[in-house]
Structures are given as C-alpha cells and as structure tokens.
C-alpha cells in the first residue's frame, strides 16, 4: 500500500557532501515520524536522524552537526543533506516512515522502509 523510494547515494570523497532523497508514496492519509538509518555488513542498522510531523529531530551523536535532515509534507519525502563526510559514514542508507494509510474504509497503521541506497565515502 506504501512505498519508499530512495535516491541520491554514490562515491563521494571524504569532507564533501551528498543529499539523500526518499519519496513516500501509495493510499497514504498521513506520516508521523520519517527518518534515515544505515548498515553496514556485519553490524546491526543503526539510527542516523528522525524527524517528526512537527519538524522535531534528532540525531546520532556521530553525525550532529555534520548531516541534516528535513521533511516536505506536501511531497512525503524526507532528506538527508550530509556534509564533512567521512570514510565511517560508508554505508547503505535507508529511509523509514510511520505512516497511516486508507485500507478500503479504515485507516491502517505501518512502519515502511526503503530499499537502500549506498554511500561510499573514499579516504
């Protein structure tokens, strides 16, 4: 019913910058929370940022500072704009949502995630 679509990965060379898109789109009614996780092999996901229906963030001590992220309702997409990259910020990067979408006549609620999309950042 709801689908997350990603964009903006690539190489980038450490102390530059990418911006990371994620479109939500499907029978959506409305999204809470929106946010960005990465992983790399071998390791758990872990949390980049969040950002609420109200513009509330918050971020990972290791990127506070450094990345950005921001929301546009009217378009349901969330960015990351990552500045100073570094090579540990290497990873894929998915987009999450809480979203709450129409089902026939109800409303459901559901946690989505995108299909990824890699950053490599070279030394």
């Known amino acids: 019913q709801v689908q997350l679509v990603e964009s903006g990965g690539g190489l980038v060379q450490a102390g530059g910058s990418l911006r990371l898109s994620c479109a939500a789109s499907?029978?959506?009614?409305?999204?809470?929370?929106m946010g960005w996780y990465r992983q790399v092999p071998g390791k758990q996901r872990e949390l980049v940022a969040t950002?609420?229906?109200?513009?509330?963030?918050n971020y990972a001590a290791s990127v506070k500072g450094r990345f950005t992220i921001s929301r546009d309702n009217a378009k349901n997409t969330v960015y990351l704009q990552m500045n100073s990259l570094k090579p540990e910020d290497t990873a894929v990067y998915y987009c999450?949502?809480?979203?709450?979408?129409?089902?026939?006549?109800?409303?459901?609620?559901?946690?989505?995630w995108g299909q990824g999309t890699q950053v490599t950042v070279s030394s």
């Open positions: 999450n949502a809480d979203v709450k979408y129409y089902s026939g006549s109800y409303y459901r609620d559901g946690n989505y």
């Open positions: 499907g029978s959506i009614f409305s999204i809470n929370a």
């Open positions: 950002i609420t229906d109200g513009s509330h963030t």
